[in-house]
């Protein structure tokens, strides 16, 4: 059961830590059975997608974020053409923007055309938005955590990833529209922390998506690191004075 992972741009898109994304999400597999290998593609790189079962990228500086989409818009075909034969996709931070149709900027007015994968857009705005973030999902049974750093507003999101944003902002705004990004396999959220490390339910969630598109049989139970549930937990409680155990409750209808 071999899997292959490909780190987008790590040297310049991991400005919160997010390559322990990597290392979370490679322990878990790993301890459910697959031999994973990781590769990373640099900006000098052309990215091999062909055998990629998991892209990802995480977040940069408003400059490092234009530096990647520059060296990704090249191979933006073969990336569509991975993800339609069902590759999973991951892109957190600001690297969710260039999934959309573009980027715009506060002063000038400056459009970056992105990758065009989702029809939403993104516009720069002159303050930045530093929050702790609590969410739910209809797609795994937990409330989701993390850390938003931004300084832009996406509108046009036809599936938020999490549909109800409990504490903080979401793609606009109060949270009112959700947050984040699905289609599919492709997953994508403004939310930092790293977010795998902090919510082990989504990384259990990835496994059970990696390992149905692979034909693999699930282990009888997935891997449990008490720590990562413990850490969990204490952040949960601290953010929104929710127990881990509480249900989400339904998410509203679209």
Partial sequence: MELTILH???DCMSLYGE???IAVLRRHL???????????ALFEDAPDFARADFIYMGAGTERTQKAALSALLPHKEALKAAIDRGAVLLFTGNAMELLGASITAEEGGKVWPCLGLAEFTTVETGYRVPEDVVARTSLWGSFVVGFMNKCSET???????FEQVERGPGNAGDGALGEGYVDGNVFATHLTGPILVKNPDFTDFLIRRLFSLKGWALPEALPVLPYEREAYAVTLKELAGLDAGDPPGPCPAS
Wanted: aromatic residues 8%; contains cysteine; hydrophobic residues 55%.
């Fill in 155 to 161: 509108c046009g999101v036809a599936a938020p990833l």
């Fill in 19 to 21: 390559y322990a994304n």
């Fill in 8 to 10: 987008l741009f790590p």
């Fill in 30 to 40: 790993e301890a459910a059975g697959a031999a994973v290998t990781v590769e990373s």
